[in-house]
């Protein structure tokens, strides 16, 4: 029997004529998922051939999405099978599938290579989860039915043959916004029983509900499972036709795109996507955000300390990243403040032991006041020695460690003891920071996350732990990398001069200070390692106070913000970021796909490269405003603005040798 086909609208109207009939009580509607309340653009297989090849890229040891998806047929239906051999219909559950699916696939790989069943469970269920979001886009016509009915006092509910199971599917609700309108959730995964094969799903929901067929209604687009057997089981049906597919979505998987170019693809999503200054910085933002995630899957590194301040905005691309490709974090993360300043104590020696070199090699010329303050004494007890000595504290000596103040103070009685107090109180301290992330550093080692250059902070941590703990570092770009050992390894990951010059390492080495810009931080860098028993007892206050997160006030890091920084930050960085941050969010969806495919390096090197050779007049402006506060070494604001405009001449000249050598010049960062 053939029934009419009907828009939302004439549903509505049906709906309102029936309860307008007082012979007619209707309580409770319900309505399909998929096809009614949602579309998908991709067909319902491609979804899981998708989901596949997720998590293949995550398992490796030569499993590919092809294979898995094979797989995965194969044990659905015999699951199916089962279901109906034991009395209920050919229908599975999700859950059980990925059970299954792990005892293969150990017996693939062999043992070790997988993580623990449970893990492996969550992880097949959340990739799932992440592919149906994003292919998904809301019915909005059917949507305002089911508001109109929830309006009209009736009860709603979704019934639907889905093999996932309520608990995740109500993540997909929410996901729409549909949570605070559907009142019940039917899926067949639950009770192995549907409305496609004998409309058995339905007993269960005037069962579950209290409401009897007569005062149900069911909604869907199928004639077979909305409508049919629904009304097999005394219960009303409206069957929908499917609404014209949405565009509303924020990203989605389309299909058509296997026989188009990686880089046409690419330059359309960046063209929705394009910040007003330096938009080409986003692009570079997410390839090391998907270089560094592979990058960490391949070493099998569970964890990533992201270090501040760069870290901040860093970790926010990695979450996301991973939030949109697999519905959650696989490699979890952690944020780590720390400061070439705040860290350097920690690592320094026992006076007789130490002789600064790894501050004096990069900073040869120092005041002692500078000097002291590297050494994270604050500015009021780094004035009170030098005048206690009888030392000029503000004059910058030449070769400073060769200078007779510089050797009159470290001589000191005075300096030695305040020496080995900072030392040690602020290592003890920093450790105990360290060790609030509740990680076995020994056991587990650390992994560090940061924008570049030379790794300087990670030699510090390294030196606190004396080299005991594995410390591996993954860095933006690495440009002469210090302090290379066994245990303390390094990784340039978007470009690199060590242990080669990696692809087109000039053009991103010459954006250093703006990668460093950009990525600014929501607070100020940290200044020390205190317990709060010794901040209150300070002698010499410092301008710093205890660093304060979503979760409050965190034990043991101060950190000194500044009110020029913030203003920098809120009116001109933070507006960039958000517009970085929409993009990555965009390319991580593009991945989720049949045939994803990224562009060759040479493009995304090519697009920055627009920024250091060809910027606009707005940007030379825009980075001429920009500011940043040398807390280590030297103590002062750096601005870019340039001194004045160069003669003719002198540009001339700078052109011909640049033609003659471009690597040799581009190569200084000049």
């Not at 565009?247 to 296997?258: D, K, W, Y």
């Not at 503000?394 to 900072?422: C, M």
């Given at each position: 029997?053939?029934?009419?086909?009907?828009?939302?609208?004439?549903?509505?109207?049906?709906?309102?004529?029936?309860?307008?009939?007082?012979?007619?009580?209707?309580?409770?509607?319900?309505?399909?998922?998929?096809?009614?309340?949602?579309?998908?653009?991709?067909?319902?297989?491609?979804?899981?051939?998708?989901?596949?090849?997720?998590?293949?890229?995550?398992?490796?040891?030569?499993?590919?999405?092809?294979?898995?998806?094979?797989?995965?047929?194969?044990?659905?239906?015999?699951?199916?099978?089962?279901?109906h051999?034991?009395?209920?219909?050919?229908?599975?559950?999700?859950?059980?599938?990925?059970?299954?699916?792990?005892?293969?696939?150990?017996?693939?790989?062999?043992?070790?290579?997988?993580?623990?069943?449970?893990?492996?469970?969550a992880?097949?269920?959340d990739?799932?989860?992440?592919?149906?979001?994003?292919?998904?886009?809301?019915?909005?016509?059917?949507?305002?039915?089911?508001?109109?009915?929830?309006?009209?006092?009736?009860?709603?509910?979704?019934?639907?043959?889905?093999?996932?199971?309520?608990?995740?599917?109500?993540?997909?609700?929410?996901?729409?916004?549909?949570?605070?309108?559907?009142?019940?959730?039917?899926?067949?995964?639950?009770?192995?029983?549907?409305?496609?094969?004998?409309?058995?799903?339905?007993?269960?929901?005037?069962?579950?509900?209290g409401?009897?067929?007569?005062?149900?209604?069911?909604?869907?687009?199928?004639?077979?499972?909305?409508?049919?057997?629904?009304?097999?089981?005394?219960?009303?049906?409206?069957?929908?036709?499917?609404?014209?597919?949405?565009?509303?979505?924020?990203?989605?998987?389309?299909?058509?795109?296997?026989?188009?170019?990686?880089?046409r693809?690419?330059?359309?999503?960046?063209?929705?996507?394009?910040?007003?200054?330096?938009?080409?910085?986003?692009?570079?933002?997410?390839?090391?955000?998907?270089?560094?995630?592979?990058?960490?899957?391949?070493?099998?590194?569970?964890?990533?300390?992201?270090c501040?301040?760069?870290?901040?905005?860093?970790?926010k691309?990695?979450?996301r990243?991973?939030?949109?490709?697999?519905?959650?974090?696989?490699?979890?993360?952690?944020?780590?403040?720390?400061?070439?300043?705040?860290?350097?104590?920690?690592?320094?020696?026992?006076?007789?032991?130490?002789?600064?070199?790894?501050?004096?090699?990069?900073?040869?010329d120092l005041?002692?006041?500078?000097?002291?303050?590297?050494l994270?004494?604050?500015?009021?007890?780094?004035?009170?020695?030098?005048?206690?000595?009888?030392?000029?504290?503000?004059t910058?000596?030449?070769?400073?460690?060769?200078?007779?103040?510089?050797?009159?103070?470290?001589?000191?009685?005075?300096?030695?003891?305040?020496?080995?107090?900072?030392?040690?109180?602020?290592?003890?301290?920093?450790?105990l920071?360290?060790n609030?992330?509740?990680r076995?550093?020994?056991?587990?080692?650390?992994?560090?996350?940061?924008?570049?250059?030379?790794?300087?902070?990670?030699?510090?941590?390294?030196?606190?732990?004396?080299?005991?703990?594995?410390?591996?570092?993954?860095?933006?770009?690495?440009?002469?990398?210090?302090?290379?050992?066994?245990?303390?390894?390094?990784?340039?990951?978007?470009?690199?001069?060590?242990?080669?010059?990696?692809?087109?390492?000039?053009?991103?080495?010459?954006?250093?200070?703006?990668?460093?810009?950009?990525?600014?931080?929501?607070?100020?860098?940290?200044?020390?390692?205190?317990?709060r028993?010794?901040?209150?007892?300070?002698?010499?206050?410092?301008?710093?106070?205890?660093y304060?997160?979503?979760?409050?006030?965190?034990?043991?890091?101060?950190?000194?913000?500044?009110?020029?920084?913030?203003?920098?930050?809120?009116?001109?960085?933070?507006?960039?970021?958000?517009?970085?941050?929409?993009?990555?969010?965009?390319l991580?969806?593009?991945?989720?796909?049949?045939?994803?495919?990224?562009?060759?390096?040479?493009?995304?090197?090519?697009?920055?490269?627009?920024?250091v050779?060809?910027?606009?007049?707005?940007?030379?402006?825009?980075?001429?405003?920009?500011?940043?506060?040398?807390?280590?070494?030297?103590?002062?604001?750096?601005?870019?603005?340039?001194?004045?405009?160069?003669?003719?001449s002198?540009?001339?000249?700078?052109?011909?040798?640049l033609?003659?050598?471009?690597a040799?010049?581009?190569?200084?960062?000049?």
């Amino acid at each position: 029997m053939e029934f009419p086909v009907l828009t939302a609208q004439q549903i509505s109207a049906a709906i309102q004529k029936r309860l307008a009939e007082k012979s007619s009580a209707t309580r409770l509607v319900c309505f399909d998922f998929f096809d009614t309340l949602v579309s998908r653009s991709v067909v319902p297989e491609d979804t899981k051939k998708i989901a596949a090849g997720q998590l293949a890229e995550l398992l490796g040891e030569g499993l590919t999405g092809e294979l898995i998806y094979q797989l995965r047929r194969v044990l659905e239906q015999r699951l199916c099978a089962e279901s109906h051999r034991n009395g209920l219909d050919p229908e599975f559950n999700l859950l059980d599938l990925g059970r299954v699916l792990y005892g293969v696939l150990k017996e693939i790989t062999g043992d070790g290579l997988l993580p623990a069943e449970g893990s492996f469970v969550a992880l097949l269920t959340d990739i799932e989860v992440a592919v149906e979001k994003l292919v998904q886009t809301v019915n909005r016509e059917v949507v305002e039915l089911l508001r109109d009915c929830r309006s009209r006092g009736m009860k709603t509910a979704i019934v639907s043959d889905f093999y996932l199971p309520s608990e995740y599917f109500r993540q997909l609700l929410s996901c729409h916004g549909l949570s605070g309108l559907v009142d019940h959730l039917f899926i067949s995964a639950d009770f192995r029983l549907t409305k496609g094969h004998d409309g058995r799903l339905y007993e269960v929901v005037c069962r579950e509900s209290g409401y009897r067929p007569e005062e149900t209604i069911m909604v869907g687009d199928s004639g077979h499972a909305d409508d049919m057997m629904a009304r097999r089981r005394g219960i009303s049906a409206y069957c929908l036709r499917q609404p014209e597919k949405s565009t509303e979505s924020g990203v989605n998987v389309t299909q058509g795109r296997a026989d188009r170019e990686p880089e046409r693809i690419y330059t359309e999503l960046f063209a929705g996507n394009r910040a007003c200054h330096f938009p080409e910085m986003g692009l570079s933002l997410h390839y090391f955000t998907h270089k560094l995630f592979l990058q960490a899957v391949s070493d099998r590194h569970d964890t990533l300390f992201f270090c501040s301040k760069e870290g901040e905005f860093l970790r926010k691309l990695f979450m996301r990243y991973q939030e949109i490709r697999f519905g959650r974090q696989v490699v979890a993360s952690r944020y780590l403040m720390v400061s070439r300043k705040a860290t350097y104590i920690c690592s320094c020696k026992k006076l007789e032991d130490e002789d600064f070199g790894r501050l004096f090699v990069h900073y040869r010329d120092l005041s002692l006041l500078e000097f002291l303050r590297s050494l994270n004494f604050s500015k009021g007890e780094s004035l009170a020695l030098c005048e206690k000595l009888q030392l000029e504290p503000a004059t910058r000596h030449y070769d400073l460690k060769n200078h007779p103040d510089f050797q009159s103070l470290i001589g000191s009685e005075s300096f030695r003891a305040s020496y080995e107090v900072h030392r040690l109180s602020q290592r003890e301290n920093f450790l105990l920071y360290l060790n609030s992330h509740g990680r076995g550093l020994e056991e587990e080692g650390l992994t560090l996350v940061d924008v570049g250059w030379k790794g300087s902070i990670q030699n510090n941590i390294y030196y606190a732990l004396d080299g005991r703990v594995k410390v591996s570092g993954y860095y933006l770009g690495l440009l002469s990398p210090t302090e290379l050992h066994p245990n303390n390894g390094k990784k340039g990951i978007l470009f690199s001069d060590y242990p080669s010059h990696s692809p087109f390492v000039h053009v991103f080495n010459n954006n250093r200070s703006l990668f460093e810009m950009v990525l600014g931080a929501s607070h100020g860098s940290a200044d020390g390692y205190f317990r709060r028993d010794q901040w209150e007892n300070l002698l010499y206050p410092r301008q710093s106070d205890f660093y304060q997160n979503d979760e409050g006030e965190h034990p043991f890091v101060t950190v000194m913000d500044l009110p020029e920084e913030r203003r920098l930050f809120n009116e001109l960085i933070a507006p960039l970021q958000n517009v970085y941050g929409e993009l990555n969010d965009r390319l991580a969806a593009q991945l989720v796909s049949l045939t994803p495919a990224m562009p060759e390096f040479e493009w995304w090197a090519r697009q920055h490269a627009r920024m250091v050779f060809r910027p606009t007049r707005d940007e030379i402006d825009f980075y001429a405003g920009l500011y940043h506060l040398e807390n280590f070494g030297l103590f002062e604001f750096t601005a870019f603005r340039p001194g004045g405009k160069l003669p003719v001449s002198t540009r001339l000249g700078n052109l011909l040798a640049l033609l003659k050598d471009p690597a040799g010049h581009l190569e200084t960062g000049v």
